[in-house]
């Protein structure tokens, strides 16, 4: 699976969009973009995935570049309970596996 | 909703005890993993399983068995307890298509003294 390359840290102000970046130039092209978040002292969750199309759901968008070297995951009115680490992994549709980086500490600021 | 249940959210054992650390998962997901969890270290795959009785070694083993004799339960087994496995240990389940998303417990904080 590719490596992913995200700031170690972000801040966004309450009611703003918050936009994370993450960097996978090594990406091929049956790898999938997956994101997780990981508030303080819980599981990871879940946010979205996709391949080569933007993608949205109730949580997030997620948008790819076209040469699918990079993705920003945006969260379109950052609330304080988004404050938590956010985790960018490519995944090989065959693999099982779920490598996790360090992430992107995001802080919502009042 | 999926739910992953975690047997403890805190356990204190000492040196050299057998620890099981359990996992349930109410979907009838097929697979199922072990994660461990530390400071500067991030997340570390342990081991997972695809089916029943199947397991398939992460990325640090060592120290660590496990158990999968129904599709619902997945045990984590420390043989002989030690310090440096005192950490965060999350499970998670997913689907048997490779694709989709995976499900994670709230996790187990294990201090070993």
């Known amino acids: 699976d590719a490596k992913t390359t995200q700031p170690t840290s972000m801040d966004c102000a309450e009611g703003r969009a918050a936009n994370l970046p993450c960097n996978h130039s090594t990406i091929s092209g049956n790898e999938y973009v997956y994101w997780y978040r990981q508030i303080h002292s819980q599981g990871p969750q879940y946010i979205i995935h996709?391949?080569?199309n933007n993608e949205t759901n109730e949580m997030a968008s997620l948008i790819i570049t076209e040469d699918r070297k990079s993705s920003t995951l945006i969260l379109p009115h950052a609330t304080l309970r988004d404050t938590a680490v956010y985790y960018c992994?490519?995944?090989?549709?065959?693999?099982?596996?779920?490598?996790f980086g360090k992430g992107t500490k995001l802080s919502v600021i009042p | 909703d999926v739910k992953v249940t975690q047997s403890s959210r805190y356990l204190v054992k000492r040196t050299g005890e057998k620890v099981f650390l359990e996992c349930v998962q109410d979907?009838?997901?097929?697979?199922m993993f072990w994660y461990r969890q530390d400071p500067g270290l991030g997340l570390r795959l342990i081991y997972f399983?695809?089916?029943?009785?199947?397991?398939e070694k992460g990325d640090i083993p060592e120290g660590y068995s496990v158990s999968r004799e129904k599709k619902e339960r997945f045990s984590l087994i420390l043989e002989s307890a030690s310090t440096n496995q005192t950490s965060m240990y999350l499970c998670a389940s997913s689907p048997g298509q490779a694709t989709t998303e995976a499900f994670f417990g709230q996790g187990t904080r294990l201090t070993v003294v």
């Open positions: 996709g391949l080569k």
């Open positions: 979907m009838d997901h097929e697979n």
């Open positions: 399983s695809y089916d029943v009785k199947m397991k």
């Open positions: 992994i490519v995944r090989g549709a065959g693999s099982y596996q779920l490598t």
